[in-house]
């Protein structure tokens, strides 16, 4: 079961979604008074796979209107 959290769920998800805006995680653990490495335990891997499908998906819409603007 573990050990209680620091933050409620409504903290976690402003962590969650200012890393995503590419705050630093350091910055984010002083300001909410977690440590950097729980912050990276909940968000690590999952950030890290959400900027990945938000880039690539940003290189496929640029290929597809570039694309797109070479047809006309």
């Not at 705050?23 to 990945?52: H, N, P, Y």
Request: with cysteine; proline share 0%.
């Amino acid at each position: 079961m573990g050990r209680k959290s620091a933050l409620t769920e409504k903290q976690w998800a402003a962590v969650g979604q200012r890393l995503l805006k590419g705050e630093a995680a350091r910055a984010l653990a002083r300001e909410f008074g977690v440590s950097e490495a729980a912050i990276r335990k909940r968000f690590g891997a999952q950030t890290k796979q959400i900027k990945d499908v938000a880039i690539n998906w940003l290189r496929q819409s640029r290929h597809l209107v570039r694309c797109r603007l070479v047809r006309r």
